[in-house]
């Protein structure tokens, strides 16, 4: 495990790693611009295929801190409410996540189906709905029964897009190699 970590980090000594994850953050600003938000507490956008991108390529630690410097960034482009580290961090952790689950992983179906499980019962669903709970003031069940629907419906679409982007992009970049080494 320890060995799977330090892999990771050493990614971040090339420069080609740091220059495509710069180009994957400027996707996914720009994926974020298509947010639809459904509600002040519900939004649905693509940029978590982006973070799983970068994830499998360059490991949980470049995948951790392209989360969170994207989520900054995206918050400076087109702030909506206020700055809160918390959401910073389940891009983190989001990042983190889809490295541990594809980074010198073969994609799978099933590692699809677990990894957006756990993202989104952990960090959509727990997290951001108790993040939304302290800076709205409301009760954390209140908002809790709209965010367990919206990604329960969410779940099998969002499974089928990160398993149709990360399988087609890795079979490009086994074939490539240097693309994004």
């Known amino acids: 495990m320890k060995s799977f970590w330090l892999r990771s980090f050493r ?18 600003v720009i994926l974020d611009q298509f947010t639809l938000e459904l509600s002040p507490t519900l939004k649905i956008g693509f940029g978590f295929l982006v973070t799983g991108l970068c994830g499998m390529l360059y ?21 909506t409410g206020t700055f809160f580290f918390g959401f910073t961090l389940n891009a983190i952790l989001a990042g983190i996540l889809y490295g541990l689950f594809f980074y010198k992983n073969r994609v799978t179906v099933l590692r699809c189906v677990l990894c957006k499980a756990l993202a989104n019962a952990v960090i959509n669903i727990l997290l951001n709905t108790l993040w939304l709970s302290i800076l709205m003031g409301k009760g954390f069940y209140a908002l809790l029964v709209p965010r367990v629907t919206k990604n329960l419906i969410a779940l ?13 992009l890795s079979k490009v970049f086994k074939q490539n190699p240097s693309l994004f080494e």
């Open 59 to 79: 490991g949980p630690v470049v995948g951790g801190l392209m989360g969170g410097v994207g989520d900054i960034v995206k918050f400076i482009i087109k702030p």
């Open 11 to 28: 990614e971040l000594r090339s420069l080609r790693v740091i220059i495509g994850a710069a180009l994957l953050l400027a996707i996914s």
């Open 156 to 168: 099998p679409i969002e499974v089928f897009l990160l398993w149709l982007i990360l399988s087609q």
